[in-house]
């Protein structure tokens, strides 16, 4: 099973000439196996799938601070195994860099853990999101792009990659005000593997920004939205994708 992906930040909306950054990437939710024995088991079992975190709103104010994401859901089979979910990424601000949402670490069974979604920081630019290799654990969103106090825009950052990195994560928003991509590969329906992470949007000095995009399933973390010029939205963190619950029976 795969816990469900934190949901991207938003950017912050500001003045020109101050520093305005972007939302960061969500986590990417946890995946945890078991065996368990038909004997230990109920005559019925309460089976929840963890929900995808949600993306943290645009700013249609001027002079505010962007807007967290949501954490994912917890994925679990009874009281018996558990998956934890993504955390979310931070909100945009004046100050300095958004904390990235840490990777899912919890759960129980064999639990291998997601990876981080990438911060944003004061120069505008951020790194990608944390890849997710030789692990079940699904991949972070990667972070907006800022403005910084000289007004240069420039794009994302990529979501991080899952599976032995054979899922790209979702692409950069491009400069100008492009929107995070979600990943083109994911898992197949019913596959529980974890996902990649969806990109980080685009700034723009002058116009509408970039929102960040969705997480891939099962689990990727959202990206963050980027920031923007007052008068103009900033961009909406990416949602988190959801988990997943694969029960067998032999």
Known sequence: MIGGGGGGGSGRRGATGTLRTAGAGGGGGAA????????DLGPTEVVTVGTGGAGGAAVTSDDNDGAAGTDGGTS???AHVTAGPG?????????????AGIGGTTGTGLVAVGTVGAASNAT?????????NIRLGAAGGGAGRGLSTANSQGLGSAGGGAWWSLRAGGAAGASGGGNGGTPATASAVGEPHGGPGGGGGGSHATAATGSGGVGGNYGGGGG??????NGFNSGAG???APGIVVVVTT
């Open 124 to 132: 505008g630019s951020g790194p990608a999101g944390a890849t997710s």
């Open 76 to 78: 679990s089979f009874g």
């Open 87 to 99: 955390a979310a990424g931070g909100a945009g601000n004046a100050t300095g860099s958004a904390a």
């Open 224 to 229: 963050g939205g980027a920031a923007s010029l």
């Open 238 to 240: 990416g949602a988190g």
């Open 32 to 39: 945890s196996i078991s065996r368990l024995a038909i004997g």
